[in-house]
């Protein structure tokens, strides 16, 4: 008997049984095959989660495992995507580390329907995860970062704040606090993103490491200035909930948190009743220029450049 092999089948491959209909070739080959038929794009992102640095190590390995897809997801989310496969590299302890993530991928993928496609599972010093995710979007319409327009209106579908609170009260030993179920399961917002490629959208990216950060990605691939409005960002269900624990520090919170896994869109103003009507939030608009402002009664004003940066 091969303990690897058996440990891979028994863990993972038996346990998720989906197999998309587009595959050709499934799990258990040395890579799988996949015939997409004309009028869809492929759309494929990979993300990497490592103890200590994507997650406190005293988090349980399910929720780690299962969070890394979760935030894997959120890019497909971005892009308006269906989601359908997961390739997974898993990089153990031991056994039982390896035992606690599979629990965790295992319920992702029956939770969302997908196939696992792929991986590869090694021993490591260090328990992480390489995740990566395909999807398929109708021909033409993928989502992109770079296609904000001088005079959109900017929105958010989701809430801020709230995981960067939650990995707060987990690390100063609030374990059951209010706030931590939102760090441990994030929510990647795959139905909005769907809803807002069907509405016409055709910008937006996922909120992972802040608000004002992430903007301007779309602010330097779009070539304009993302002016956000902090009478409406505190419109926000959760600066509510937050300003209730965090007082004056909420907004911060709101514009730095991170991890948050909200899609952050532009869309053009004759689109602006029926995205109120699927619960976005407005929270400024584009024009010409270059840069993310933050204003409050019609004057800029000056906001720390911060949010996470792994080579800081
Ligand atoms: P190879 O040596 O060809 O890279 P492996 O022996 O590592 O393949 O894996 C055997 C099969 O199991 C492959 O099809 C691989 O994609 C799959 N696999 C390995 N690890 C995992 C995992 N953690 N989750 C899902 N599938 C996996
Ligand atoms: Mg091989």
Redesign the pocket.
């Known amino acids: 008997m091969n303990h690897?092999?058996d440990a891979?089948s028994r863990?993972?491959?038996q346990r998720v049984p989906f197999q998309h209909a587009f595959t050709t070739l499934g799990?258990?080959?040395?890579a799988?095959a996949h015939d997409i038929p004309e009028g869809f794009e492929f759309v494929i992102s990979t993300d990497t989660a490592v103890e200590s640095i994507h997650w406190p190590n005293d988090t349980p390995l399910d929720i780690a495992a299962s969070r890394a897809v979760l935030a894997a997801l959120s890019d497909l989310a971005a892009m308006g995507a269906e989601p359908a496969w997961v390739?997974?590299?898993?990089m153990a302890k031991d056994t039982a580390a390896l035992e606690s993530m599979?629990q965790g991928?295992v319920r992702v993928c029956h939770e969302h329907q997908l196939e696992?496609a792929?991986?590869?599972?090694v021993r490591s010093p260090t328990n992480a995860l390489n995740v990566t995710v395909g999807g398929l979007v109708p021909k033409g319409l993928t989502m992109q970062r770079s296609l904000a327009q001088n005079n959109d209106e900017i929105w958010l579908m989701g809430e801020l704040g709230l995981s960067a609170a939650g990995l707060m009260q987990w690390q100063t030993n609030h374990k059951t606090g209010c706030f931590v179920h939102h760090f441990q399961k994030p929510t990647p917002q795959l139905k909005a993103g769907i809803t807002l490629r069907k509405m016409g959208i055709q910008c937006c990216l996922d909120v992972s490491d802040g608000l004002l950060q992430d903007a301007s990605h779309i602010s330097k691939a779009s070539q304009v200035a993302m002016c956000f409005e902090t009478e409406k960002i505190q419109k926000i269900a959760s600066y509510q909930q937050l300003q209730a624990i965090h007082g004056s520090h909420a907004l911060e919170l709101i514009l730095h948190g991170g991890e948050d896994y909200a899609l952050l869109f532009t869309a053009t103003q004759d689109k602006h009743q029926q995205l109120l009507a699927i619960g976005a939030y407005p929270l400024g608009y584009c024009k010409q220029g270059h840069e993310v402002k933050l204003m409050s009664h019609g004057e800029e004003v000056k906001f720390k450049h911060q949010g996470y940066d792994h080579f800081a």
Do not use: C, K, P, Q
């Open positions: 690897e092999f891979i863990l993972f491959r799990n258990g080959d040395d799988s390739w997974l590299a898993v599979s991928i696992l792929g991986g590869d599972t």
